[in-house]
Structure formats: structure tokens, C-alpha cells
């Protein structure tokens, strides 16, 4: 048979609709809140800390207990195993011991028959506390010294040489706000007791095995004690990739000790209040550079509030500094990066996991030295970027695959940007209350868990008699369709149609020890994964049919759902049933590892990722002067996916994540109050994300015509984080346009995110005042 590689199909992967869009659109797709409820399920609702830092005195919970409805209340002393729900320092508590370190941390748990019963007795506990003085953001953790890891340093060359030696040199700050995961189904977890100890847990989570693992370490069993399903969840974003364990935990410890099913769906305000967001960073700058704006030299410090706990802060901040760089060549840079811990919720992974705030400051300090020269943002990028014996990253990784030049020289001319830029300067000129700004702005954005070993993945596939084939992996679904894509890759391996293929929800108990889905590596390692056991029962196929028709394996062949053994035609299905009978096992495993992962954490070199997947963003917009509102007017995009394993998924997860990218950016604030640490922002009331009306009418999309230059599933990249950051163009355009309202100025607006019209109003005036 001729060799099958996945990197070169023998077809291009047609568009498909998303697997489940039938029962999304429909209303029947099910979600954790839609498993049957039985007669005895119990509801559960936290008891919160109502201090942001406090030693517990004395708890009295005896009106929780004597509330209508309630069966159990829980304490730290009732966990039987460890009370840890936290995915790598063990310091986040499934409920406070001595301790409370944020407002609203779990104290107590409530199970109660009805959820509005438990969320009612939860507020009826009493709670003297001793009060402790709290750091609410990044400037008073920096007085206060308090960090969750010692601050880091990246850096090649010599920057403060460099730095003296430039002939122009520029200082600035940025700074960005949080953002909240806002998934249409929020967080959620179903726990059924088994029988002799065993706990099925049906979870709306990213990362199963984890919580499967925290799960047993939590109860006192092992893992294989505890299995934890996810079929589909209705968004996640990375809020629940580690978040999930604290509701998923709670619900198999009611239901371990009182032998009845429970079930935790978080209200809408609890869930925002409890759980973390994308971390707020600082983005300090240094820079030197000539009278063309090419980067002689550069120091930037990264300060990001982590909150209470590790959580994933020191791999998002590691992030942060890996794309803080974006697309541009730095000879000599210092990147330090200061992870501040703060007594607020501690913030999570959040789509681009810190690369987006490294790189929205980099875009800046373009578009300062551009402000500072006269020049056209644009030029000063062209002449920064990576090139021929200028591809050496900050972390020591040579940059093989770079098409940022010929990507954004493309997009260049099919968006017309010059012309456009030159309307609106004519626009500005006459126009005395709207000014508009455009803006180009490229990503370059690693693909990989930048923790080695996280680089895995595992798949199951089983080939029935009929013909009919069902998968399963360790991939989880949360919209972004993963699932169609896999089956698209097996569906192909057999060359019979996508219908024959079932997609099985994933479920610990069938492959085990798995990544989160996250780091957008989610096709190219359950593809792969896939592939290999797809093609494990294949090759068995293709050996039987040899044997039994007296042919070479090389003149067996399958296409179209028919299979040709020399002169022999059959059926996919008539073959499976004579294998089965030929006693051939028609189930295999298979397992990927991306390989040539190396990373040297301590001194911050190596190749912490496979490759990068790169794309750019024109974006046209419009301010009110008078009122700081704003308008997005056009977007076009075109973006690199590689060869695409589903363009219909790939081109909806770049329109998804730009308009996302673009909330974070303009309308989506996070306020703490500055003396009790709440979240004053914890409703659809308060807390904008951006809707159908934001959209820009004009909205282009193109995929790149290329294909990823290390051999993946397909040769396709990852598109569920990259787009993201090409909303960096409508930060960017918006600066441009404040510049514009105070024409003459060689300084850039110091505009921060989210630039939301209060914030576009003040660095107007600020630029007036200057």
C-alpha cells in the first residue's frame, strides 16, 4: 500500500459544519445542566468570605444547617483527603481553613434540595474575623514586595550598552485591565456515587484528568476511583481549565458522603465573583532606536497581578515574555517580568494565556517610535520584523517558519491601506468632533504547552462490524469544534464519509492521563493521536485483505467507502465484518508527542514551542471627541492556519476570537473596589462583553494560502488563540484616532486598555494638557 502520511493527505479537508450545530440550534444539545435530575439530587452553594484578607476567629453555621431545605453543610475538617483544588503550588482550597485571601474564597459548602434553597442558606453563616490588610492591585503588591514567584529576567545582547549608544530613545507605560471569561454556560458540575467507592463526575471542564486526579487526592481514593466525563461545555476560553476543579470537587464530596447525587450550577454572579480572569499587566518600556525606527535597543518590564494564589500565573507570565517580541527582531533586550500576588481571586489561564499583553505592548512601542518620527506605524513594523540573520527570539529560538513579511505585504495591498490611511488623515483634517484612525498590526504567536510535557495526547477508535467507526480522546469540546475536526481526520484515513464516524464524549476511563485542552494544541495532538490509531486498524485491514485475496498490500486501497484488493471491489462495511470473523481487531490506542520541545525554564532558553502560526489585521475606526464613544468601521483579516482541516470551523474561530480580542480592548472592565477588593463588576449589568452591533460592518476574512512547515495533522496550524491578538489593530486605530483629535503632537496618546470612553476621553485631554 502507498505510505499514508498525515502531513500530506491525499485530499484537502472539506468545510464541515461544527458536529453538534444541529442540537445547538435546535436545543437539544445537552450540557451538564440538562442530565436528568433525580428525585434526590442535591443543589450546592458556597458559603463566601466576606473580607478580601482575615484570620477566621469563630464560625457558626448553625442557621445554615436549620434552613429550609438544607441536608448537609460542609468545613475544611470534613474533607477526608487533601484540600486542594489547585492545579500546581496546592494552594488553592476547596473551602478556607484558618485563612481567607480574597473576597468571596469558599468557606463553607451547603448541599440543600433545591439550588435556590442552598444559595439562600449560604449567606445565613456567622463569621468573626481578625482583618488583614489586603493588596488590591499591581501597584500596591510592587510597595508591598508581595509576589507568588521571585521576578523573572529574559535577555539577550546588552540593552543598557545599546540603550546609551541609540541615537533617539523613548519611555513609556501601558496598561491593560483583566478580562472575564463570560462562557454562555457557566461553570457546572453533576457527581453520581458509584458503587464500592467510586465517583462518576459529568464536568463542564477543559481539563479532565486533572480533575480527576484532584478529585481522588481530595476524597482519599485513586484515580481510577474517579471518572470525570465532558461531552460538550458551552464555552471556556481557559476559564475552565484549572477553575473547574473547586465545583466538580465540591459535587463528589456530597456525593461520596451522602451516597445521593449532587449537582453544582453556579450562578451567574457567583461564578464571576469566584472565579479568575485574564491577569491585568503593566507594560513598562526603554526603547533606542534610529531615524529609520529600527529597535537598537530595548528594556521592558511585565507586571502582572496574579491574585491570591500560583494558579497558572508563572506560565502565563513566562508567555507574556516569550511574545513580547510579537514579530519584531530585538538584538539587545532585557524582558523582566514581576508576578505580583494580590488578595483578589486569583486570575487564570484566559484564550492567548499572557501572549496578548505582551504583545499589545510591543504594538505600542511601534506606534510610539512611529508618533515620535512621523512616520507611518506601519513602515516602523516592516522594518522591525524578523528576517535573513535577524531570527533569533529573546528565549534563544530560531524563527524558521517566518511569513510575517510576505503575509502583511499581502494584506497590505488587498485591504488597500495606503489609500484608506490617506482618507482618513483627509477625513481628520476636516472633521472637528469624529476622528478616525486606521491601523495594521501582525501576530506571531507559538504553538505548544510551554511546559514539555504537557505536549501529549491519547485516542481511541473503534471499527465496527456494520462499517461504523466511533472515537474517542482526550480533546474536550467546547464549541471551538475539535470534535468535527478529529472525525474529519479518521473519517479520511478510511476515506468514508464524515456520517460513518461517532464522536464519544471524553471520559477518563477511556484514555487516560491527558492535557488540558488549551494552548490551541487541541487538533494537533488528538488529530494526530487519532490518525495513528485510525491508521493502526487500517494497516491491519490492508495486511488481511492481502492475505485473503492473494495481492500485494500495496494494490489495496480505499476510497469513497469502498475498499479494492487487486481485482477485488468491497464495501467498507463487508470488509469489517470478514475481518471480525478473520479474528483481525478492528480497536486500537494511539498516542502523540510533539517532538524537539526543549525549554530551560531557569535561564529562560530553548524552543518552548513547535512552530508559530502568524496572521495580521487591518482596522478602521471612529471616535466621538465629545463623548469618547467609538465605532469599529472595517476589519480584513488574513490569517494562517496552514492547510486548513475544516476552513468553515477555522474561518468562524478567527472571527470569534478577533471580536472577543476586541471586548478585552475596549469595552470589558474589570473594577475592584479600591478599599474592600471587591469585584463592583460581576453582572451582564455592569460588565460589557461585546454583542452583534460591535461587529464591524465590513468584515473580512482570507486564510493564508500556505501550509505549516513541520509536518502536523494535515500540515495545519492552530487557530484557537492567535486571532485573538488581531484585535491588537482596533487598540491600535483607536490610539491613531486620539492622536488625530490633537493634531501636531509628536508623543502618543497615552490610551489604555480597555479604551473604553472614559479612558479615550481622559487621553484626549491628557494630550491636550501635554
Not at 500500500?1 to 442540537?23: C, G, I, T, V
Not at 480527576?212 to 476560553?237: K, P, Y
Not at 469540546?477 to 464519509?497: C, I, N, R, S, T
Not at 467507502?561 to 483481525?584: K, P, S, T
Request: charged residues 20%; contains cysteine; negative net charge.
Amino acid at each position: 500500500m502507498a505510505e499514508h502520511d498525515p502531513a500530506r493527505p491525499a485530499f484537502l479537508k472539506p468545510a464541515k459544519p461544527h458536529d453538534s450545530a444541529h442540537l445547538h440550534v435546535s436545543g437539544q444539545a445537552r450540557y451538564v445542566d440538562d442530565e436528568p435530575e433525580a428525585a434526590d439530587l442535591l443543589h450546592l452553594a458556597f458559603g463566601q468570605s466576606t473580607v478580601a484578607h482575615g484570620r477566621i476567629l469563630s464560625m457558626d453555621l448553625s442557621e445554615v444547617e436549620a434552613a429550609e431545605g438544607v441536608v448537609a453543610v460542609y468545613t475544611a475538617a470534613d474533607i477526608p483527603g487533601e484540600n486542594n483544588v489547585s492545579p500546581v503550588q496546592h494552594d488553592d482550597l476547596l473551602l478556607a481553613e484558618e485563612e481567607v485571601v480574597w473576597l468571596g474564597q469558599p468557606i463553607f459548602l451547603v448541599a440543600a434540595t433545591s439550588q435556590r434553597a442552598a444559595r439562600k442558606a449560604a449567606r445565613l453563616g456567622k463569621i468573626d474575623y481578625q482583618t488583614l490588610p489586603g493588596h488590591f492591585d499591581i501597584t500596591a503588591a510592587r510597595a508591598a514586595e508581595s509576589r507568588i514567584e521571585d521576578t523573572q529576567l529574559m535577555a539577550q545582547g546588552d540593552a543598557s550598552r545599546a540603550l546609551d549608544a541609540a541615537p533617539r530613545r523613548l519611555t513609556g507605560v501601558l496598561t491593560m485591565g483583566g478580562q472575564d471569561h463570560f462562557y454562555l454556560e457557566g461553570q457546572a458540575a453533576f457527581a453520581l456515587p458509584g458503587e464500592d467507592g467510586q465517583v462518576h463526575i459529568v464536568s463542564s471542564t477543559q481539563h479532565p484528568s486533572e480533575v480527576q486526579h484532584l478529585v481522588a487526592e481530595m476524597l482519599g481514593r485513586s484515580s481510577a476511583d474517579i471518572t470525570v466525563e465532558v461531552r460538550r461545555m458551552g464555552g471556556a476560553f481557559g476559564g475552565k481549565e484549572s477553575q473547574a476543579a473547586l465545583f466538580a470537587a465540591a459535587a463528589a464530596l456530597v456525593a461520596d458522603t451522602t451516597r445521593r447525587p449532587a449537582k453544582f450550577r453556579c450562578d451567574r454572579d457567583d461564578d464571576m465573583v469566584l472565579t479568575g480572569k485574564r491577569h491585568d499587566f503593566t507594560f513598562g518600556y526603554d526603547v533606542g532606536f534610529g531615524e529609520t525606527g529600527k529597535i537598537a535597543a530595548i528594556k521592558i518590564d511585565l507586571a502582572a497581578r496574579c491574585g491570591a494564589t500560583m494558579d497558572l500565573s508563572h506560565s502565563i507570565c513566562d508567555r507574556a515574555m516569550f511574545h513580547a517580541d510579537n514579530c519584531y527582531f530585538l538584538s539587545d533586550v532585557e524582558i523582566v517580568s514581576e508576578r505580583l500576588r494580590t488578595h483578589t481571586v486569583s486570575n487564570t489561564a484566559f484564550r492567548g494565556f499572557g501572549g496578548p499583553q505582551g504583545m499589545v505592548g510591543i504594538e505600542r512601542v511601534m506606534d510610539a517610535i512611529a508618533a515620535d518620527l512621523g512616520l507611518d506605524p506601519l513602515d516602523v513594523r516592516l522594518v522591525n520584523l524578523y528576517g535573513p540573520g535577524r531570527d533569533c527570539t529573546p528565549y534563544g529560538m530560531t524563527v524558521t517558519d517566518n511569513i510575517a513579511p510576505e503575509l502583511i505585504t499581502e494584506l497590505r495591498l488587498r485591504a488597500d491601506y495606503d489609500a484608506r490611511r490617506r482618507a482618513v488623515a483627509e477625513f481628520n483634517k476636516t472633521s472637528p468632533v469624529l476622528k478616525k484612525g486606521i491601523a495594521l498590526t501582525p501576530v506571531k504567536f507559538g504553538i505548544s504547552f510551554t511546559t514539555p510535557h504537557l505536549n501529549q495526547a491519547g485516542a481511541l477508535v473503534h471499527v465496527y462490524t456494520d462499517g461504523s467507526i466511533q472515537i474517542n480522546h482526550g480533546g474536550t469540546e467546547m464549541g471551538q469544534g475539535l470534535y468535527v475536526k478529529v472525525a474529519q481526520v479518521v473519517a479520511d484515513v478510511f476515506a468514508v464519509p464524515l456520517e460513518t464516524v461517532r464522536i464519544t464524549a471524553t471520559r477518563t476511563d477511556k484514555v487516560p492521563n491527558t492535557s488540558a485542552t488549551a494552548a490551541s494544541s487541541g487538533s494537533d495532538l488528538n488529530g494526530m493521536a487519532a490518525f495513528r490509531a485510525a491508521t493502526t486498524i487500517r494497516d491491519r485491514l490492508v495486511a488481511f485483505l492481502a492475505c485473503e485475496y492473494g495481492c500485494e498490500e500495496s494494490q489495496v486501497l480505499f476510497s469513497d467507502g469502498m475498499v479494492f484488493a487487486g481485482e477485488h471491489q468491497l464495501a467498507f462495511g463487508d470488509v469489517c465484518r470478514a475481518a471480525q470473523i478473520g479474528q483481525i481487531s478492528l480497536s486500537s490506542t494511539g498516542y502523540y508527542a510533539t517532538p524537539d520541545i526543549h525549554y530551560d525554564r531557569a535561564a529562560h532558553k530553548g524552543r518552548p514551542f513547535y512552530y508559530f502560526a502568524y496572521g495580521a489585521a487591518v482596522s478602521e475606526v471612529a471616535i466621538d471627541t465629545l463623548t469618547g464613544e467609538h465605532k469599529v468601521l472595517a476589519v480584513d483579516i488574513l490569517h494562517d492556519v496552514g492547510r486548513s482541516l475544516n476552513p468553515a470551523i477555522d474561518l468562524g474561530q478567527i472571527e470569534g476570537g478577533f471580536i472577543q480580542g476586541q471586548g478585552w480592548l475596549t469595552t470589558e472592565e474589570l473594577v475592584y473596589h479600591p478599599e474592600t477588593g471587591a469585584l463592583l463588576t460581576h453582572s451582564p449589568a455592569t460588565y460589557k462583553i461585546p454583542t452583534a452591533s460591535d461587529r464591524a460592518r465590513h468584515f473580512t476574512i482570507e486564510l493564508w494560502d500556505g501550509e505549516n512547515s513541520e509536518p502536523t495533522i494535515n500540515r495545519s496550524k492552530a487557530v484557537g488563540e492567535p486571532p485573538f491578538m488581531l484585535a491588537i489593530s482596533v487598540f491600535s486605530a483607536l490610539t491613531q484616532a486620539v492622536a488625530a483629535a490633537v493634531p501636531g503632537r509628536k508623543s502618543l496618546p497615552a490610551l489604555d486598555a480597555p479604551a473604553t470612553p472614559e479612558t479615550i476621553l481622559r487621553a484626549i485631554a491628557g494630550q491636550r494638557q501635554a
